[in-house]
């Protein structure tokens, strides 16, 4: 009952619950993983699912690229969100830095291109794309099972290379996943699912 006192209960009861629960969410265990401090073994065979994943993700990105028209490749889906071709370029990107600074230790990335190039051209992203991909593809299968055991420090955390691999999965997909708002903005379907 609006003006009553049992109203005015029941919106301080209402009030306090929320302030209540506000705080209690600020330190919840899963919204950060503990750090992994040793390494532990992963079968040989695991390696197939990290190419298969490392193709798929590839796979994504272009039939991202090359189901945007180009006209719309500069473009945003909201404000504050890089355009289509920088979030295709921050994925690939990523992609190639991580495995090349954290499991090979290089302080250069292997492949540089024209970013004036691949934002405005569909020949150009997709060949940036298929380039970055290849060379983490060629180190996933060449690198070592001695290697990839080994303990790195990777954004604060202590985990084994072998895990990297699934850190690059979750990013990709986690970049592509927001570029599906980048379609739906111009009222076109994102690309079909690709099942792994």
Same mark, same amino acid.
């Given at each position: 009952?609006? @003006?009553?006192?049992?109203?005015?209960?029941?919106?301080?009861?209402? @009030?306090?619950?929320?302030?209540?629960?506000?705080?209690?969410?600020?330190?919840?265990?899963?919204?950060?993983?503990?750090?992994?401090?040793?390494?532990?073994?992963?079968?040989?065979?695991?390696?197939?699912?990290?190419?298969?994943?490392?193709?798929?993700?590839?796979?994504?990105?272009?039939?991202?690229? $090359?189901?945007?028209?180009?006209?719309?490749?500069?473009?945003?889906?909201?404000? @504050?969100?890089?355009?289509?071709?920088?979030? !295709?370029?921050?994925?690939?990107?990523?992609?190639?830095? !991580?495995?090349?600074?954290?499991?090979? @230790?290089?302080?250069?990335?292997?492949?540089?291109?024209?970013?004036? !190039? !691949?934002?405005?051209?569909?020949?150009?992203?997709?060949?940036?794309?298929?380039?970055?991909?290849?060379?983490?593809?060629?180190?996933?299968?060449?690198?070592?099972?001695?290697?990839?055991?080994?303990?790195?420090?990777?954004?604060?955390?202590?985990?084994?290379?072998?895990?990297?691999? $699934?850190?690059?999965?979750?990013?990709?997909?986690?970049?592509?996943?927001?570029?599906?708002?980048?379609?739906?903005?111009?009222?076109?379907?994102?690309?079909?699912?690709?099942?792994?």
């Amino acid at each position: 009952m609006p @003006g009553s006192v049992t109203g005015g209960l029941r919106g301080a009861v209402i @009030g306090a619950m929320a302030l209540l629960l506000a705080g209690s969410f600020q330190s919840l265990p899963g919204q950060q993983a503990a750090p992994i401090r040793q390494s532990f073994p992963m079968p040989p065979e695991y390696r197939d699912i990290q190419i298969r994943a490392q193709e798929t993700q590839r796979n994504l990105l272009l039939s991202m690229v $090359d189901s945007m028209p180009e006209a719309f490749y500069r473009t945003r889906a909201a404000e @504050g969100q890089r355009d289509f071709a920088q979030q !295709i370029h921050h994925a690939a990107n990523a992609n190639q830095y !991580i495995v090349a600074h954290y499991l090979l @230790g290089w302080d250069t990335l292997p492949v540089r291109t024209d970013t004036a !190039i !691949i934002f405005s051209s569909r020949a150009g992203l997709r060949d940036f794309v298929t380039a970055t991909y290849g060379f983490s593809l060629r180190v996933l299968r060449d690198q070592s099972g001695e290697d990839r055991q080994q303990l790195i420090w990777y954004f604060g955390q202590k985990l084994p290379k072998w895990m990297v691999w $699934d850190e690059l999965n979750q990013h990709t997909l986690w970049t592509a996943g927001q570029m599906v708002a980048n379609f739906r903005a111009h009222g076109m379907p994102p690309p079909a699912f690709l099942y792994f």
